[in-house]
């Protein structure tokens, strides 16, 4: 069993960044692929990034190319997503999740995920 707690959310203007931290523990979390994925009211749950165990290879959805930065520290087992230039349209929930299964690709889907955290709010305001 793995469990992951996010921290790291918050209230910012337009324009002004954020780092999410995703803190793992249990059974060797730092072997396992990682993602973000967020759900704004009203909407489903979304992608963000996904990153490899090593930390070489990563995936971002469009919307988030260019502004968000996802990383990790194994020896830390920690994950993180700095979050730049930020819009009202990043306002949501947003999760970590660990795939815990070996795939040739990184996962941009929330049922390949076995994982998840509780969550962190990020609210960015006009």
């Known amino acids: 069993q793995v469990q992951l707690v996010e921290s790291g959310g918050g209230l910012v203007q337009a324009g002004e960044s954020l780092r999410l931290s995703c803190a793992a523990s249990g059974r060797t979390s730092s072997s396992y692929a990682m993602g973000w994925f967020r759900q704004a009211p009203g909407k489903e749950r979304e992608f963000v990034a996904a990153?490899?165990?090593?930390?070489?290879?990563?995936s971002y959805a469009n919307s988030v190319k260019g502004r968000f930065t996802i990383s990790r520290d194994n020896a830390k087992s920690t994950v993180y997503l700095q979050m730049n230039s930020l819009t009202p349209e990043d306002t949501g929930v947003y999760y970590c999740?660990?795939?815990?299964?070996?795939?040739?690709?990184?996962?941009?889907?929330?049922?390949?995920?076995?994982?998840w955290g509780q969550g962190t709010q990020v609210t960015v305001s006009s």
């Open positions: 999740a660990a795939d815990a299964r070996p795939r040739t690709a990184l996962a941009a889907v929330g049922s390949a995920y076995d994982y």
């Open positions: 990153i490899s165990w090593t930390g070489r290879t990563t």
